[in-house]
Protein backbone atom coordinates (compact mmCIF):
# COMPACT_ATOMS: atom_id res chain seq x y z
CA UNK A 1 0.00 0.00 0.00
CA UNK A 2 1.41 3.36 -1.13
CA UNK A 3 0.12 6.71 -0.28
CA UNK A 4 -1.69 8.73 -2.95
CA UNK A 5 -1.23 12.39 -2.84
CA UNK A 6 -4.52 14.35 -2.95
CA UNK A 7 -6.09 18.00 -2.38
CA UNK A 8 -5.77 17.56 1.38
CA UNK A 9 -2.97 14.89 1.89
CA UNK A 10 0.73 15.11 1.51
CA UNK A 11 2.69 12.76 -0.27
CA UNK A 12 4.53 12.00 3.47
CA UNK A 13 0.51 10.98 4.57
CA UNK A 14 -0.12 14.34 6.24
CA UNK A 15 -3.51 15.45 6.40
CA UNK A 16 -4.94 18.76 6.30
CA UNK A 17 -8.80 18.91 6.25
CA UNK A 18 -10.72 21.78 7.47
CA UNK A 19 -11.43 19.96 10.25
CA UNK A 20 -8.00 19.95 11.69
CA UNK A 21 -7.68 23.58 10.66
CA UNK A 22 -11.06 24.44 12.77
CA UNK A 23 -9.61 22.09 15.98
CA UNK A 24 -6.84 24.46 15.46
CA UNK A 25 -8.74 27.59 16.00
CA UNK A 26 -11.34 26.05 18.19
CA UNK A 27 -11.03 23.16 19.48
CA UNK A 28 -13.31 23.06 22.54
CA UNK A 29 -16.44 22.33 19.54
CA UNK A 30 -14.28 19.49 18.41
CA UNK A 31 -14.06 15.70 19.26
CA UNK A 32 -12.26 12.93 18.49
CA UNK A 33 -15.33 11.38 16.92
CA UNK A 34 -16.37 14.11 14.69
CA UNK A 35 -12.74 14.07 13.20
CA UNK A 36 -13.00 10.50 12.66
CA UNK A 37 -16.46 10.86 10.83
CA UNK A 38 -14.59 13.94 8.91
CA UNK A 39 -11.51 11.65 7.90
CA UNK A 40 -14.05 9.06 6.51
CA UNK A 41 -15.75 11.29 4.50
CA UNK A 42 -12.90 12.55 2.95
CA UNK A 43 -11.05 9.45 2.81
CA UNK A 44 -14.79 7.94 0.88
CA UNK A 45 -14.19 10.62 -2.03
CA UNK A 46 -10.64 10.21 -2.18
CA UNK A 47 -8.94 7.15 -1.08
CA UNK A 48 -5.25 8.34 0.48
CA UNK A 49 -3.63 4.77 -0.37
CA UNK A 50 -3.89 2.73 -3.86
CA UNK A 51 -2.18 -0.82 -4.01
CA UNK A 52 0.58 -2.60 -6.24
CA UNK A 53 -0.36 -4.81 -8.84
CA UNK A 54 0.54 -8.17 -8.20
CA UNK A 55 2.72 -8.52 -11.73
CA UNK A 56 3.72 -7.07 -14.42
CA UNK A 57 0.99 -5.23 -17.11
CA UNK A 58 0.51 -7.16 -20.59
CA UNK A 59 1.47 -4.80 -23.17
CA UNK A 60 -0.38 -5.58 -26.01
CA UNK A 61 1.53 -6.38 -29.19
CA UNK A 62 2.80 -3.81 -31.27
CA UNK A 63 1.92 -3.95 -34.78
CA UNK A 64 4.26 -4.18 -37.81
CA UNK A 65 4.61 -1.40 -40.38
CA UNK A 66 5.03 -1.99 -43.77
CA UNK A 67 6.13 0.72 -46.73
CA UNK A 68 3.23 1.22 -48.79
CA UNK A 69 4.24 1.07 -52.45
CA UNK A 70 4.95 4.30 -53.97
CA UNK A 71 2.60 6.07 -56.28
CA UNK A 72 3.39 6.58 -59.53
CA UNK A 73 4.96 9.18 -60.50
CA UNK A 74 3.04 11.43 -62.87
CA UNK A 75 3.71 11.51 -66.54
CA UNK A 76 5.35 14.98 -66.56
CA UNK A 77 7.52 13.73 -63.66
CA UNK A 78 8.74 10.10 -65.19
CA UNK A 79 12.01 9.45 -63.98
CA UNK A 80 14.49 7.93 -66.59
CA UNK A 81 15.68 4.11 -65.73
CA UNK A 82 19.45 5.38 -65.44
CA UNK A 83 18.47 8.10 -62.83
CA UNK A 84 15.95 5.73 -60.65
CA UNK A 85 17.29 4.65 -57.50
CA UNK A 86 16.00 2.17 -55.17
CA UNK A 87 13.10 2.77 -52.70
CA UNK A 88 15.12 3.14 -49.16
CA UNK A 89 13.66 1.67 -45.91
CA UNK A 90 12.64 4.15 -43.29
CA UNK A 91 15.13 4.24 -40.24
CA UNK A 92 14.27 2.60 -36.94
CA UNK A 93 13.23 3.83 -33.98
CA UNK A 94 12.34 3.55 -30.56
CA UNK A 95 9.11 3.69 -29.23
CA UNK A 96 8.17 6.26 -26.75
CA UNK A 97 7.76 5.16 -23.15
CA UNK A 98 3.40 5.31 -23.23
CA UNK A 99 1.92 2.42 -25.52
CA UNK A 100 2.32 3.10 -29.42
CA UNK A 101 -0.94 4.42 -30.98
CA UNK A 102 -2.85 1.93 -33.50
CA UNK A 103 -0.83 2.29 -36.90
CA UNK A 104 -2.47 4.58 -39.35
CA UNK A 105 -4.53 3.27 -42.39
CA UNK A 106 -1.98 2.77 -45.29
CA UNK A 107 -1.21 6.30 -47.20
CA UNK A 108 -3.44 6.72 -50.34
CA UNK A 109 -2.37 7.65 -53.44
CA UNK A 110 -2.15 11.85 -53.72
CA UNK A 111 -4.03 13.53 -55.71
CA UNK A 112 -2.06 14.82 -58.76
CA UNK A 113 -3.51 17.52 -60.86
CA UNK A 114 -3.68 16.05 -64.17
CA UNK A 115 -2.06 18.67 -66.75
CA UNK A 116 -4.22 19.60 -69.86
CA UNK A 117 -3.85 16.60 -72.64
CA UNK A 118 -1.82 16.89 -75.06
CA UNK A 119 -0.98 13.78 -77.32
CA UNK A 120 2.44 12.87 -76.73
CA UNK A 121 4.58 9.35 -76.80
CA UNK A 122 5.91 8.44 -73.51
CA UNK A 123 8.41 5.67 -72.75
CA UNK A 124 7.06 2.54 -70.97
CA UNK A 125 7.35 3.16 -67.41
CA UNK A 126 9.71 0.79 -65.21
CA UNK A 127 8.62 -1.80 -63.24
CA UNK A 128 10.18 -1.36 -59.18
CA UNK A 129 9.98 -4.46 -56.62
CA UNK A 130 8.30 -3.51 -53.46
CA UNK A 131 10.27 -2.25 -50.60
CA UNK A 132 10.94 -4.93 -47.70
CA UNK A 133 9.45 -4.14 -44.81
CA UNK A 134 11.25 -2.44 -41.93
CA UNK A 135 12.84 -4.48 -39.20
CA UNK A 136 11.18 -5.01 -35.97
CA UNK A 137 12.52 -3.53 -32.92
CA UNK A 138 11.33 -4.81 -29.68
CA UNK A 139 11.01 -1.85 -27.45
CA UNK A 140 11.40 -2.09 -23.84
CA UNK A 141 8.73 -2.82 -21.46
CA UNK A 142 7.82 0.70 -19.93
CA UNK A 143 9.11 0.54 -16.18
CA UNK A 144 6.46 0.09 -13.85
CA UNK A 145 7.08 2.34 -9.99
CA UNK A 146 4.29 -0.10 -8.38
CA UNK A 147 6.64 -2.97 -9.72
CA UNK A 148 9.37 -2.02 -7.09
CA UNK A 149 9.12 -3.62 -3.60
CA UNK A 150 9.85 -0.30 -1.34
CA UNK A 151 9.80 -0.71 2.03
CA UNK A 152 6.91 2.76 3.40
CA UNK A 153 9.06 5.55 4.43
CA UNK A 154 10.13 5.38 8.32
CA UNK A 155 8.47 9.45 8.99
CA UNK A 156 5.24 7.91 7.71
CA UNK A 157 5.43 4.77 9.98
CA UNK A 158 6.30 6.45 12.65
CA UNK A 159 3.72 9.26 12.15
CA UNK A 160 0.86 6.44 11.75
CA UNK A 161 1.68 4.93 14.82
CA UNK A 162 1.87 8.10 16.77
CA UNK A 163 -1.32 9.11 15.38
CA UNK A 164 -2.99 5.76 16.43
CA UNK A 165 -1.75 6.32 19.40
CA UNK A 166 -2.96 9.31 20.43
CA UNK A 167 -6.48 8.67 18.81
CA UNK A 168 -6.21 5.17 21.41
CA UNK A 169 -5.78 7.25 24.40
CA UNK A 170 -7.74 10.07 23.75
CA UNK A 171 -11.04 7.53 22.81
CA UNK A 172 -9.98 5.39 26.11
CA UNK A 173 -9.79 8.92 28.22
CA UNK A 174 -12.83 10.14 26.64
CA UNK A 175 -15.22 6.77 26.94
CA UNK A 176 -13.97 6.77 30.32
CA UNK A 177 -15.17 10.29 30.98
CA UNK A 178 -18.51 9.57 29.53
CA UNK A 179 -18.82 6.26 31.35
CA UNK A 180 -18.14 8.63 34.86
CA UNK A 181 -20.76 11.16 33.27
CA UNK A 182 -23.22 8.82 32.70
CA UNK A 183 -22.52 7.29 36.23
CA UNK A 184 -23.28 10.98 37.76
CA UNK A 185 -26.65 11.62 35.57
CA UNK A 186 -27.86 7.83 36.77
CA UNK A 187 -27.59 8.82 40.32
CA UNK A 188 -29.10 12.47 39.53
CA UNK A 189 -31.60 11.42 38.16
CA UNK A 190 -32.48 8.70 40.89
CA UNK A 191 -31.92 11.36 43.18
CA UNK A 192 -34.46 13.58 41.41
CA UNK A 193 -37.25 10.51 40.67
CA UNK A 194 -36.86 9.90 44.84
CA UNK A 195 -37.28 13.48 46.33
CA UNK A 196 -40.39 13.76 43.42
CA UNK A 197 -42.91 12.21 46.20
CA UNK A 198 -40.94 14.52 49.42
CA UNK A 199 -41.55 17.44 46.81
CA UNK A 200 -45.39 16.51 46.81
CA UNK A 201 -45.61 15.94 50.53
CA UNK A 202 -43.90 19.28 51.16
CA UNK A 203 -46.22 20.90 48.84
CA UNK A 204 -49.01 19.84 50.57
CA UNK A 205 -47.71 20.78 54.03
CA UNK A 206 -47.28 23.69 53.07
CA UNK A 207 -50.89 24.58 51.66
CA UNK A 208 -51.98 23.44 54.62
CA UNK A 209 -49.80 26.38 56.07
CA UNK A 210 -51.16 28.47 53.93
CA UNK A 211 -54.60 27.78 54.88
CA UNK A 212 -53.82 28.55 58.38
CA UNK A 213 -52.23 31.64 58.21
CA UNK A 214 -54.64 33.08 55.97
CA UNK A 215 -57.36 32.27 58.52
CA UNK A 216 -55.07 33.72 61.43
CA UNK A 217 -54.51 36.43 58.94
CA UNK A 218 -58.39 37.54 58.84
CA UNK A 219 -58.92 36.94 62.62
CA UNK A 220 -55.84 39.57 63.22
CA UNK A 221 -57.36 41.48 60.80
CA UNK A 222 -60.57 42.07 62.47
CA UNK A 223 -58.99 42.23 66.18
CA UNK A 224 -56.71 45.46 64.38
CA UNK A 225 -59.93 46.69 62.83
CA UNK A 226 -61.55 46.94 66.63
CA UNK A 227 -58.54 48.14 68.23
CA UNK A 228 -58.32 50.96 65.57
CA UNK A 229 -62.17 52.15 66.25
CA UNK A 230 -61.40 51.80 70.01
CA UNK A 231 -58.29 53.87 69.66
CA UNK A 232 -59.92 56.35 67.21
CA UNK A 233 -62.65 56.92 70.33
CA UNK A 234 -60.86 57.22 72.77
CA UNK A 235 -58.74 59.86 71.37
CA UNK A 236 -62.14 61.66 70.68
CA UNK A 237 -62.36 62.17 74.27
CA UNK A 238 -59.81 64.08 74.87
CA UNK A 239 -57.13 63.50 77.49
CA UNK A 240 -58.61 63.08 81.07
CA UNK A 241 -56.96 65.14 84.31
CA UNK A 242 -54.58 63.07 86.91
CA UNK A 243 -57.58 63.88 89.78
CA UNK A 244 -59.90 62.12 87.77
CA UNK A 245 -57.73 59.00 87.03
CA UNK A 246 -56.83 58.57 90.61
CA UNK A 247 -60.71 58.81 92.80
CA UNK A 248 -62.74 56.78 93.96
CA UNK A 249 -66.22 56.09 92.52
CA UNK A 250 -67.69 57.73 95.96
CA UNK A 251 -67.07 60.16 99.15
CA UNK A 252 -66.15 57.43 101.14
CA UNK A 253 -63.69 56.25 98.64
CA UNK A 254 -62.15 59.03 97.96
CA UNK A 255 -61.62 59.31 102.01
CA UNK A 256 -59.92 56.02 102.00
CA UNK A 257 -58.05 57.39 99.33
CA UNK A 258 -56.88 60.23 101.09
CA UNK A 259 -55.93 58.36 104.52
CA UNK A 260 -53.77 55.91 102.44
CA UNK A 261 -52.00 58.55 100.66
CA UNK A 262 -51.33 59.92 104.07
CA UNK A 263 -50.28 56.86 105.93
CA UNK A 264 -47.62 56.00 102.96
CA UNK A 265 -46.35 59.92 103.70
CA UNK A 266 -46.01 59.50 107.65
CA UNK A 267 -43.84 56.69 106.85
CA UNK A 268 -41.72 58.43 104.17
CA UNK A 269 -40.97 60.71 107.26
CA UNK A 270 -40.28 58.78 110.14
CA UNK A 271 -37.64 56.84 107.60
CA UNK A 272 -35.90 60.19 106.36
CA UNK A 273 -35.78 61.00 110.23
CA UNK A 274 -33.48 57.90 111.33
CA UNK A 275 -31.80 58.64 108.15
CA UNK A 276 -30.95 62.23 109.71
CA UNK A 277 -30.32 60.64 112.79
CA UNK A 278 -27.82 58.10 111.39
CA UNK A 279 -25.90 61.27 109.24
CA UNK A 280 -25.89 63.46 113.01
CA UNK A 281 -28.28 66.13 111.44
CA UNK A 282 -30.58 65.61 114.50
CA UNK A 283 -30.33 64.89 118.00
CA UNK A 284 -31.69 61.76 119.65
CA UNK A 285 -34.37 63.47 121.44
CA UNK A 286 -35.22 65.47 118.54
CA UNK A 287 -36.08 61.94 116.83
CA UNK A 288 -37.85 60.31 119.81
CA UNK A 289 -40.18 63.43 119.85
CA UNK A 290 -40.79 63.57 116.19
CA UNK A 291 -41.09 60.05 116.05
CA UNK A 292 -43.79 59.35 118.71
CA UNK A 293 -45.97 62.30 117.18
CA UNK A 294 -45.60 60.23 113.60
CA UNK A 295 -46.32 57.20 114.77
CA UNK A 296 -49.80 58.83 117.40
CA UNK A 297 -50.97 60.01 113.73
CA UNK A 298 -50.14 57.29 111.37
CA UNK A 299 -52.41 54.87 114.36
CA UNK A 300 -54.95 57.33 113.93
CA UNK A 301 -55.02 57.10 110.22
CA UNK A 302 -54.89 53.64 109.93
CA UNK A 303 -57.66 52.64 112.61
CA UNK A 304 -60.10 54.59 110.52
CA UNK A 305 -59.12 52.99 107.47
CA UNK A 306 -59.96 49.54 108.87
CA UNK A 307 -63.07 50.63 110.03
CA UNK A 308 -64.14 52.17 106.95
CA UNK A 309 -63.32 48.71 105.28
CA UNK A 310 -65.08 46.77 107.88
CA UNK A 311 -68.42 49.26 106.77
CA UNK A 312 -68.02 49.43 103.17
CA UNK A 313 -70.18 46.20 101.70
CA UNK A 314 -68.81 43.00 100.39
CA UNK A 315 -67.34 42.88 96.80
CA UNK A 316 -66.90 46.92 96.63
CA UNK A 317 -63.35 48.12 96.22
CA UNK A 318 -62.42 49.96 99.10
CA UNK A 319 -59.98 52.94 97.19
CA UNK A 320 -61.40 52.02 94.03
Given at each position: ?????GP???????????Y????V???????????V?A??????R??????K??G?????????????PA?????????????A??A??????????????????????????Q??????????Q?????A?????????P??????????????I?????E?????????AS??????????????????????????????????????????V???V??????????????????????????????I???Q??N????????????????????????D????????????????M???L???????M?????AG?
Open positions: MLVRPHLDPSGRLGIELQQWRKSEGCSVSGLEMQGEFGSPPVYAPHPPVLPPKPMQTQSPGPSPAQIPSPALAPQAPPNYQLPPRPPPPPPPPNPTPYQPPSFVPQQFAPPQYPPPPPPVVASPIPNLLDADEAPALGVSLHNVHAKLSSSLLSTALALDAERLRAHQGALLAGEPAIRDEMARLEAVRDVCNGVGRGAVVSGAESWVNDVRGRGEPSVDELVCGVSVGNVVLVAEDNAIEDTIFHLSKALNSGRILERFLRSTRLLAEEQFKRAIEKINANPVGQPY
